[in-house]
């Protein structure tokens, strides 16, 4: 008995420690998995990570091109603006007479002098179209366009008091757009003239107006020129009676004056201009800035005839018999672009 109860004791111990084996070996192997596990889940985390900076890497330099790219574009497009930059005033007392000696010493001296090349033909002499003087010289590319016969000419006015230099450009071979409303038809043509009924203005239409009103009227000029597909007027002559500035303030916001390469100017000074409001002072320095943000805009003045025919007022007032009209011509020294 006693021989068979420690048989016994025996297998049970030996059992015993055959599963303490076995259970360590599932231990060990569990732990051996759990590494294994460890290791190959860093190794996916690694390459995941890696994988995560490499598209981080060409993320960031595909926005850095195309930040390059809007960039480059950035500083193609035109953006307009919404209000011209106003020029310190004259004098600290923002005096009346600073402001006018300021202006009036701008508008009577030319910043550079054309010559004329032989090759041009004498019509173009300054006496064939009274006040109005083109800048034919060979630094600029008038001169060229004349010659070849590609020049485009658009004439903004309101009424053909003076049309003379239009019919000149037109007879040499330019085409000659001239926007009027006063004219008999919406649309005439005369050799190489292009007659519209057609006012130029410095405002969108107005959305309460309904859509049938919306096509006799007016337009801006970038408008007027997107319909026509033209990217470029060689000669700009504005004639429209006091509404000069504002339609000057608009080609300067809406940067149109880049594809002009002439702008001849008649300014009205006996009263402030369509919508131009403020104090005396006041807008003859809006009047002064208008005329500084061409000049940023790389035109130069070359021609500035006043009209002694006229009446001898400045803001409804005598102010040294100054006369309320003036003819300028200015070139742009970048055209074309």
């Known amino acids: 008995m006693h021989g068979l109860k420690g048989e016994m004791n025996l ?95 701008y508008i009577s001296t030319p910043q550079l002098s054309c010559q004329r090349p032989a090759s041009v033909p004498p019509v173009f002499e300054a006496e064939h179209h009274g006040s109005w003087l083109l800048c034919l010289d060979r630094r600029f590319s008038l001169a060229q366009r004349i010659v070849s016969k590609h020049c485009r000419v658009y004439s903004l006015r309101l009424g053909a008091e003076d049309d003379a230099l239009e019919r000149l450009l037109a007879g040499s071979g330019c085409e000659v757009h001239c926007f009027d409303p006063s004219i008999r038809r919406a649309h005439l043509q005369e050799d190489n003239m292009w007659l519209h009924r057609l006012s130029v203005d410095w405002r969108d239409p107005n959305p309460a107006v309904p859509i049938q009103r919306l096509h006799s009227s007016s337009k801006k000029l970038a408008a007027i020129l997107r319909h026509f597909g033209h990217r470029q007027v060689d000669v700009l ?16 916001l809406e940067q149109v004056l880049d594809s002009v390469g002439l702008l001849l100017l008649e300014l009205h000074l006996q009263w402030a201009g369509f919508e131009v409001g403020g104090d005396e002072p006041s807008v003859v320095r809006y009047w002064f800035s208008l005329l500084r943000e061409l000049e940023r805009a790389h035109f130069r003045l070359y021609h500035s005839y006043s ?19 003036f003819t300028l011509g200015w070139v742009n020294t970048r055209f074309p672009l």
Request: with cysteine; aromatic share 6%.
């Open 11 to 105: 297998l049970c111990s030996c059992r015993t420690k055959m599963s303490v084996c076995r259970l360590c070996l599932l231990l060990s192997l569990l732990c051996v998995c759990a590494h294994v596990y460890m290791q190959l889940e860093g190794l996916h985390l690694r390459k995941q990570s890696q994988h995560h900076r490499t598209v981080a890497t060409a993320t960031d330099a595909a926005a850095d091109a195309g930040s390059t790219c809007c960039s480059a574009l950035k500083h193609h497009r035109q953006v307009s603006r919404w209000k011209i930059r106003l020029e310190p005033w004259a004098a600290e007392t923002r005096g009346f007479q600073e402001e006018a000696d300021r202006f009036l010493r």
């Open 237 to 252: 002559k504005v004639d429209l009676e006091s509404a000069e500035w504002k339609i000057l303030e608009n080609l300067i």
């Open 307 to 325: 009209d002694p025919s006229k009446p001898r007022l400045f803001l409804h007032r005598n102010l040294r018999n100054t006369s309320s009209s």
